[in-house]
């Protein structure tokens, strides 16, 4: 735990590090706020309605962007710098190298959602706001936001080409919360329920609404554990290279 944790600060530093960082988390709530104040704020002004679901609603896009602009670097960089032949040869996992590099981006994803916090604050105090759905929609973006970070860590295992790992995250991402739910439309009846089970976006818009299944988080508890064995077997195989 010690190593993962010492890879973890170590991310985390040079993030913050780099003017990039400090950019991307002011756009990440300048796009989320606008979107909640002004542009999605109509029930907050207009309805009357204390709520955040303008607010989920974007998180959910710019997360989709947000978090492969983190990863992308996380393996990409260590590869293209030639380091991270030297970090595999310390006495630390392969498994350990990806739950490091995993843990600090989730970490750095927690902080810009902490961020978002007086969002929620403020909407109580304009009117009754329903908690439980609020508290679940912030759960729903953190096991999200799970499965993307463990995605884009697999992707930048593979290349060093940071551009690479950008687009091959969004790629994959793609399939899962978007392209799924188009095929449930179209599959014949018992194909379109596994191809809606597999659409993150069904179970992103369950938990918003409040409802917060076993199904859906063992569903994404489970592809990001899946992130994790296959970032971990490409460690391995370019070890051996």
């Known amino acids: 735990m010690n190593h993962i944790w010492t890879i ?11 003017l990039m960082a400090y950019i991307m988390l002011v756009v990440f709530l300048g796009i989320s706020g606008l979107f909640t104040w002004m542009l999605g704020g109509g029930d907050i002004f207009f309805v009357g309605q204390a709520s955040l679901g303008s607010f989920f609603e974007v998180a959910f896009w710019t997360l989709f962007f947000f978090i492969p602009a983190i990863t992308m670097r996380m393996m990409a960089e260590e590869e293209r710098a030639g380091t991270l032949e030297l970090l595999a040869t310390k006495p630390i996992s392969h498994f350990q190298i990806v739950a490091g590099k995993w843990l600090a981006a989730w970490l750095l994803i927690v902080i810009s959602l902490a961020m ?60 899962f919360q978007i392209l799924f739910g188009q095929m449930a439309s179209v599959l014949p009846e018992f194909l379109s329920g596994i191809a809606e089970f597999m659409s993150l976006n069904q179970h992103y818009r369950t938990m918003t609404r409040g409802v917060i299944g076993i199904t859906n988080i063992v569903y994404m508890l489970t ?9 971990t077997a490409s460690l391995k195989r370019r070890a051996w290279q």
């Open 223 to 231: 592809l990001t554990l899946l992130g994790f064995v296959f970032a």
């Open 116 to 175: 978002t916090l007086p969002y929620y604050i403020t909407v109580a105090n304009l009117g009754p706001i329903d908690h439980g759905a609020t508290i679940s929609g912030y759960i729903a973006l953190l096991l999200i936001s799970a499965v993307y970070t463990s995605i884009g860590i697999f992707v930048s295992s593979l290349t060093s080409n940071q551009i690479v790992a950008f687009i091959g995250t969004l790629f994959i991402a793609i399939f």
């Open 8 to 18: 973890c600060k170590r991310e985390v530093n040079a993030f913050f590090d780099s």
